[in-house]
Nanobody, 127 residues
Framework: QLQLVESGGGLVQPGGSLRLSCAAS????????IAWFRQVPGKEREGVSC????????QYIDSVRGRFTISRDNAKKMVYLQMNSLKPEDTAVYLC????????????????????WGQGTQVTVSS
């Protein structure tokens, strides 16, 4: 069973940067697409970005495109989310999750395809 653990969150001022990490436990990690999600109390979980199993395809929602970059290192079983030009509205708990192969559904229906949810890491953007 694939297990994912997020790290790298923290408190940052608007305009600052953070790099989140998602560490995987399983040798077959490179079979999985990995997506980052964020959760704010009282709101639905939101898909933010996704990277395919090979790393050849990446996707972003409009609100983060150009500011966030997703990447992966299959040898290290890691996925990263580099977040630049952070805004207060980026404040949330960030979680990673996995789906076999490709990213379809990470925005529209994540619960249907994505599993092995991590516990999340808190990102707070505030002055």
């Amino acid at each position: 069973q694939l297990q994912l653990v997020e790290s790298g969150g923290g408190l940052v001022q608007p305009g600052g940067s953070l790099r989140l990490s998602c560490a995987a436990s399983e040798l077959t990690f490179d079979y999985y697409a990995i997506a980052w999600f964020r959760q704010v109390p009282g709101k639905e979980r939101e898909g933010v970005s996704c990277i395919s199993s090979t790393g050849g395809s990446t996707q972003y929602i409009d609100s983060v495109r150009g500011r966030f970059t997703i990447s992966r290192d299959n040898a290290k079983k890691m996925v990263y989310l580099q977040m630049n030009s952070l805004k207060p509205e980026d404040t949330a708990v960030y979680l990673c999750a996995a789906a076999q192969g490709y990213c379809a559904g990470y925005v529209t229906d994540p619960q249907a395809r994505f599993g092995s949810w991590g516990q999340g890491t808190q990102v707070t953007v505030s002055s």
